[in-house]
């Protein structure tokens, strides 16, 4: 629920008296279970609900309605219990002691989470060591990169062993060597001690390399919920065939054995034709276009396939959604 | 309540390392405390010389001599600092950015873990400002000090369970964050009240009959009342024991009440920010 504030000062100061309150579902009939051991990418465009979750499984959130568990136990009623077989890393947040070395803050976390020394110094030592944070251990955190901190913020989640551990945007803003130290660390987590990872990104790559399944989450609901080789299977059948040419193809038409091909754009030698990989093979489609190509005295210079990955299929799912969510809401000012 | 004091032992470890932790964070701030320690020094000369004039022609008030009445000012300002008074600010803060998430994510309870960090801040006050402040105003201003163990007993006793006191105070009223998107209003008012009823800057012997009899009951005056009357010898050492136990009890209700609102305020909670 959030207090509407009113536009302009004369509505506020209306508001100050009479306050209107309306109710946002920030998440709604979510239906899911995850496994051990499973990596699950937690999509969705801004506000689509994907933070409010994570706040609903640390417990800190109590659902309006619902059942929810983690490892058998209601986080809301067990918080405390809850926090000790979990751990959460905010890209946009520290857990860090901001005037402190970054060590101390590993200290600190020890005692809060009566992590046995022998077990504590392992688990350091081996964080250390892969994401390779010897030289900062000692600087204050203010002091650290993002880069930095986000290793520090990592392994101060994981320090206690959770089974289980919830990223919200990990890799924000975060340069591609420090992004890739981190996913590669993650995934060596996965491999070896089945920590189930929930990730939220924006950054698809992320996905790409690291999701053992996709879920897409969008006005609170789910809309997607795949392995990641499905979805390109299922959604990624799109292809673009690039062809250079010896020289500009003006008024080159396209035969009609690829009626079912289009040109999507033409940059001088240069034409891109988009296809379906169910209606044509590429092979196809090369072999009529250099037929017909020859007759004009034009040649085939180079040719390049670009097949769908995650981040394009994901990106077209999102703005046909949004396409219609405008839709939507046009018709409704109608 | 019980099981609030078994939290307690078991969290020990935890509560030390965040004692410790709040020590070290407040020690890098030196500056700081100079300041502190400067405007404290400056207040007890103010409030020194505002007593003289008040005290001129009258050898008591209300059975209070002027020693005892100017020991009291200078002491409750030399204690003063050792009392939680930021945690509406602190809470605050945390809300409006978001970070409270971590705070309420913690394998602890919240009001411990600031209670933790309380510690650690009046810990890191009491070596760097009031035991100096006590040093210099004691031999500057020549105030008698007690010559009985049992009132020295007795307000160290009553000053840690001003400190407990005025620790749920705070507590509580911190948790009207949870409630509301701006609490700063609550701030001062928290202040004012906090100050005038706890006797930080008026003994409370000095108030009218009728108000001290209210006033008496309320768990404020076991904030900077208590110790520093078992202190000046207003309250007599065989009056000692009633006023601790008196002491204790609220901070016991405090305390529960503080879980139980804690609880409450949980189910507002709203974090704010992605």
Redesign the interface.
């Given at each position: 629920m959030c207090c509407n504030k009113g536009q302009g000062t004369r509505e506020k100061v209306t508001r100050l008296f009479s306050p209107r309150y309306k109710t946002v579902r920030a998440v709604d009939g979510i239906d899911l279970c995850i496994k051990r051991g499973e990596i699950i990418g937690w999509l969705g465009p801004n506000g689509a609900g994907k933070?409010t979750t994570i706040?609903l499984l640390?417990?800190?959130?109590?659902p309006d309605g619902g059942a929810l568990k983690v490892n058998n136990l209601i986080p809301s009623k067990r918080?405390?219990?809850n926090?000790?077989q979990?751990g959460?890393v905010?890209g946009?947040?520290s857990?860090l002691?901001w005037?402190?070395p970054l060590i101390?803050s590993f200290?600190?976390l020890?005692?809060?989470?009566?992590i046995p020394p022998a077990q504590y110094r392992a688990n350091l030592d081996f964080m250390i060591e892969l994401l390779n944070m010897q030289s900062f251990l000692e600087q204050p955190v203010r002091k650290l990169s993002l880069g930095q901190r986000m290793k520090g913020d990592i392994v101060a989640s994981l320090l206690h062993e959770p089974p289980i551990l919830y990223l919200?945007?990990p890799t924000i803003g975060l340069d591609v060597v420090s992004k890739n130290a981190i996913l590669n660390f993650i995934g060596a987590l996965n491999a070896n001690r089945h920590t189930t990872v929930l990730l939220t990104t924006h950054n698809l790559s992320d996905v790409e390399h690291l999701c053992k399944r996709i879920l897409i989450i969008d006005h609170g609901k789910i809309i997607l919920d795949v392995l990641p080789d499905d979805l390109i299977q299922r959604y990624g059948k799109q292809r673009q065939l690039i062809v250079e040419f010896s020289r500009a193809p003006d008024g080159f038409v396209l035969p009609i054995t690829i009626n079912k091909a289009v040109i999507a754009r033409r940059e001088g030698n240069k034409v891109v034709i988009v296809f379906n990989r169910d209606d044509l093979s590429a092979l196809q489609l090369i072999a009529s276009l250099s037929e017909a190509a020859l007759p004009t005295g034009v040649n085939i210079v180079d040719v390049s396939i670009k097949d769908d990955n995650v981040e394009s299929v994901i990106t077209r799912i999102y703005e046909d959604r949004e396409g219609k969510g405008t839709a939507r809401q046009e018709k409704q000012a109608r | 309540m019980i099981t609030t004091f078994s939290q307690w032992a078991g969290d020990l470890p935890a509560g030390m390392a965040i004692i410790k932790s709040h020590v070290q964070e407040t020690l890098v701030y030196r500056f700081d405390l100079v300041i502190g320690l400067v405007r404290a020094l400056i207040l007890v000369g103010v409030f020194r010389y505002l007593w003289l004039a008040l005290y001129t022609g009258r050898p008591d008030v209300n059975g209070a001599s002027l020693a005892q009445t100017l020991a009291y000012a200078a002491l409750s300002l030399i204690i003063n600092p050792l009392f939680s008074n930021w945690l509406i600010g602190k809470v605050a803060n945390q809300m409006r950015t978001g970070n409270i998430i971590f705070d309420v994510t913690r394998p602890s309870y919240f009001g411990d873990l600031l209670l933790y960090q309380t510690v650690g801040q009046a810990l890191v006050k009491l070596i760097t400002t009031s035991i100096p402040l006590f040093v210099i105003v004691t031999v500057w201003l020549r105030i008698a000090l007690p010559d009985t163990p049992v009132v020295w007993l007795g307000f160290a006793v009553s000053l840690v369970l001003s400190f407990l006191t005025a620790f749920y105070i705070d507590y509580l009223a911190s948790l009207w964050n949870f409630w509301v998107t701006n609490a700063s209003g609550m701030r001062f008012a928290k202040w004012s009240i906090t100050d005038f009823l706890a006797g930080v800057y008026l003994p409370l012997w000095i108030f009218p009959a009728a108000l001290q009899q209210v006033v008496l009951l309320l768990p404020f005056r076991g904030i900077n009342y208590t110790p520093l009357a078992i202190f000046t010898g207003y309250i007599l050492p065989d009056r000692i024991w009633p006023e601790l136990a008196f002491q204790l009890v609220w901070v016991v209700v405090l305390m529960f009440v503080s879980r139980r609102l804690y609880v409450a305020a949980m189910r507002k909670l709203s974090v704010q920010g992605g």
């Open positions: 933070s706040k640390t417990g800190v959130l109590h918080r405390v219990e926090a000790r979990i959460v905010y946009q947040r857990q002691w005037d402190l101390d200290e600190i020890k005692a809060m989470y009566r919200d945007e | -």
